[in-house]
């Protein structure tokens, strides 16, 4: 937009003059610079409240850092796959909305369902880490892998829409829910909680 509003005015009577584009494109265009501005900002400042969310809930540093460190690589790994599905098989450019929309919520999700299963980590592991993610797997496993289907399910059920940014975040969402579900939840979590062990809950005690 502005390349055409730059190149309307040289060699004529209204050089110098400055030309504005006005209109639902030139609007658009507008959002998304300034959308994109913006994107690094809301991904730090999510980060940074559930951050501190997850670290006053656990009493605990070491166990947020390595929860919200496997939510951004749930984000990445679907947003990768969105990128792969639409931009590399069909041939859709990626609505410049989504990535900002679809950190959001699936951060948050993610961020939640992991809270749910090391706040119960935490209660079965006082005496055996190893005891504890075994219990905790089986207690909590089928109702966040329910919740995680459902989810899942209604958010993929958007792309029977016909607005492209709608299917393209129903689906990325969706592949994100189902991939902290049934990957992140079901064992890089409970790998990271082994590795660490006890340091887990640092700096309080267990």
Avoid: H
């Amino acid at each position: 937009m502005e390349r055409v509003g730059n190149e309307a005015t040289p060699n004529t009577a209204l050089a110098g003059a400055k030309v504005s584009v006005g209109g639902f494109p030139a609007i658009n265009a507008d959002l998304k610079k300034a959308y994109d501005s913006d994107l690094r900002e809301i991904i730090v400042v999510t980060l940074l409240i559930i951050f501190l969310v997850m670290c006053l809930l656990l009493r605990a540093v070491v166990a947020p850092l390595y929860l919200l460190g496997t939510v951004l690589l749930t984000y990445i790994a679907s947003l990768g796959i969105g990128v792969l599905v639409f931009q590399v098989l069909l041939g859709q450019q990626l609505d410049w909305a989504v990535p900002a929309m679809t950190f959001v919520l699936i951060v948050a999700v993610g961020a939640d369902y992991n809270m749910l299963f090391i706040s119960r980590l935490r209660e079965e592991s006082a005496r055996n880490m190893r005891v504890g993610i075994i219990r905790t797997v089986r207690q909590t496993g089928s109702v966040i892998t329910s919740a995680g289907l459902v989810f899942a399910a209604s958010l993929l059920g958007m792309m029977v829409g016909s607005v492209n940014q709608m299917v393209q975040m129903g689906f990325i969402i969706g592949v994100g829910i189902l991939l902290d579900t049934f990957v992140v939840r079901t064992l890089m979590v409970p790998t990271l909680a082994q590795a660490f062990g006890k340091l887990s809950w640092w700096p309080s005690k267990a």
